[in-house]
Every structure is written in C-alpha cells, then in structure tokens.
T-cell receptor, first 112, second 115 residues
Framework: DAKTTQPTSMDCAEGRAANLPCNHS???????VYWYRQIHSQGPQYIIH???NNETNEMASLIITEDRKSSTLILPHATLRDTAVYYC?????????????FGTGTRLLVSP | DAGVTQSPTHLIKTRGQQVTLRCSPK?????VSWYQQALGQGPQFIFQ???????QRGNFPDRFSGHQFPNYSSELNVNALLLGDSALYLC??????????????FGEGSRLTVL
C-alpha cells in the first residue's frame, strides 16, 4: 500500500469549511483513496473513498488531483462534533483480504 | 440493524495472564478483522478471518490468535500478556464478494489494561 502524509493537526471554526490535505505521491493506478475518522474513544468511521473522480456524500467531499498524488477531504460546514482524528488511507479495492494501513492522521479541532 | 459489537468494553489484566475478546460483526457481514490501537497511534492490523480461517496477518507474534465461528462472530486471544499489550482492540467487519466496497465497519473497541 502506498504511504500517505498528513498534517499532524488542524483547527477550524465552527460553521466554516474544513479542508484536510493528504499526500500520496506513490499511489498506484489501482489504489483508491479512503478517508476514515475517529472520534475520541470510539472506533474509526468510514467517511468517503474515491479513485480519480471527485466524490461527494452526505458527510463530505473528496477532491483528488489529476495526477492522483494528493487529495483533500472537505467538510463543508464543520460542527463541534466533527472534532476527531482523520485518517487518509490508500489501498486496492476488492482483492479479497486487503488490510487498512493507518498512519497517525490529522487531529482536527473545531472550535466555537 | 446492529452494527459491530464488542465485549467486554474495558478490562484489566496482569502480566502473564491470558485474555479473550469477542466480536459480533454487522448483520450480513462475513469477514472480520482485528486491529490494535496503542495510545496516540493509528490502529495496527492484527489479522483477518473469513470462512473460519485466518486469511491475512499483520506483524504480531503468535501470542495473538483468533477464531471465527460459523455465525461469523470472532474472538481474539492474547496469551502471556505484556505491559505493551495495553491498547484499544478494535474489531471491524465487511462483506466479501461483489458487494464489497472496501468500507470497513468498526466496533467501539475493547480497552485492555495490563498491569
């Protein structure tokens, strides 16, 4: 699995957009970008994933650069409950038994 | 629809003891993985079970073993506990085959403290 690089921490004001970057310069053509988050003392929660097109769901948007070497997770209107550690992971999908390789993630603090 | 459930939520053991953690996957899921998360770190993959067999294993010693039952539930066993085994143990489940989107569903974890 390709390695990812994320900032250690970020701050965001409540109601503003939170833009979390991730570098994955060694990503392979068949590797997807996944985002999970972990709120304190809970299990990780899936947010979104994508291959090369931008994706949007009810939680967030994922913007992947054309060369696929980096991506940005966007929380359009951050709330206090979005305070969590956000993990960017790259992996191949549908190969049966692929594990997730977590880094240390970005600790996002949303303040009033 | 129940999600992934784990038990116990917290437990305290002493060095040298053995521990068994339990996991029931999300309804309809047949593949279970276990992760260890030390304080301040991201989760680390221990192993994955499918059709009652260990299919993939991370860099963990043989003291860590597991089992999957016909109803897809799973157990994680750790023998000869060390202080360094203190961590949050997470169970994750997914569905195999064509319905698999790669998304894992995690439980709330079992927090193990070894004294």
């Amino acid at each position: 699995d390709a390695k990812t690089t994320q900032p250690t921490s970020m701050d965001c004001a409540e109601g503003r957009a939170a833009n979390l970057p991730c570098n994955h310069s060694t990503i392979s053509g068949n590797e997807y970008v996944y985002w999970y988050r972990q709120i304190h003392s809970q299990g990780p929660q899936y947010i979104i994933h994508g291959l090369k097109n931008n994706e949007t769901n009810e939680m967030a948007s994922l913007i992947i650069t054309e060369d696929r070497k980096s991506s940005t997770l966007i929380l359009p209107h951050a709330t206090l409950r979005d305070t969590a550690v956000y993990y960017c992971i790259v992996r191949v999908m549908n190969t049966g038994f692929q594990k997730l390789v977590f880094g240390t993630g970005t600790r996002l603090l949303v303040s009033p | 629809d129940a999600g992934v459930t784990q038990s116990p939520t917290h437990l305290i053991k002493t060095r040298g003891q053995q521990v068994t953690l339990r996991c029931s996957p999300k309804s309809g899921h047949d593949t279970v993985s276990w992760y260890q998360q030390a304080l301040g770190q991201g989760p680390q993959f221990i192993f994955q079970y499918y059709e009652e067999e260990e299919r993939q294993r991370g860099n963990f010693p043989d003291r860590f073993s597991g089992h999957q039952f016909p109803n897809y539930s799973s157990e994680l066993n750790v023998n000869a506990l060390l202080l360094g085994d203190s961590a949050l143990y997470l169970c994750a489940s997914r569905i195999s085959g064509e319905l698999n989107t790669g998304e894992l569903f995690f439980g709330e974890g079992s927090r193990l403290t070894v004294l």
